[in-house]
């Protein structure tokens, strides 16, 4: 978060303080590297958005999500250059292409996708976290498999993100 403007700055962290590359309106709830580690997604839930961050190049606007899909809650890119979007509130999951647009949407038995995140063999298991918290009482009575993790076999596979932080400038 970047003082009190509410708006984030990412960028490099040096000597306890980030040096903004970027600024993006409202707080940053999640964030992933796409497979040539040369775009940084971001995710604002509060705006529905989800940025295109590529290093040498301004914040581009990738997706603004209608409130009626849910806030974008977490990120997960694939090898062929999509965008997984975790829908808080929108019982299930998206695929952004790369002009933003959503290409596929798979429902959960969850309206609460958390966290995305691909493993297991050829990496094309997606793992879903969902959340029990914050659900209305109607909501956790029509999911009663909230809180639990989901995974979905992808013909696309994801890939390992980096274990090591990379030089932004």
């Given at each position: 978060r970047d003082?009190?403007?509410?708006?984030?700055?990412?960028?490099?962290?040096r000597a306890g303080r980030v040096t903004?590359?970027?600024?993006?309106?409202?707080?940053?709830?999640?964030?992933a590297w796409d497979h040539a580690r040369d775009t940084?997604?971001?995710?604002a839930a509060a705006q529905?958005?989800?940025?295109?961050?590529?290093?040498g190049a301004p914040a581009r606007l990738l997706a603004r999500l209608p409130a009626a899909c849910g806030a974008p809650s977490a990120l997960a890119a694939d090898v062929e250059g999509r965008v997984w979007v975790a829908l808080l509130d929108g019982w299930g999951i998206?695929?952004?292409n790369e002009f933003g647009d959503v290409d596929a949407t798979l429902a959960l038995p969850a309206p609460r996708p958390t966290g995305l995140?691909?493993?297991?063999?050829?990496?094309r298991t997606l793992f879903i976290t969902t959340s029990r918290d914050g659900q209305t009482e109607d909501a956790a009575r029509h999911a009663p498999l909230s809180g639990r993790v989901?995974?979905?076999?992808?013909?696309?596979?994801g890939w390992a993100e980096p274990t090591s932080i990379l030089d932004l400038g």
């Open positions: 003082g009190d403007d509410a708006r984030s700055g990412i960028g490099p962290l903004p590359i970027w600024r993006l309106p409202g707080p940053v709830t999640a964030l940084l997604y971001a995710a529905r958005t989800v940025h295109a961050l590529r290093v998206a695929r952004l995140a691909f493993g297991g063999p050829a990496l989901f995974t979905l076999e992808m013909s696309a596979a």
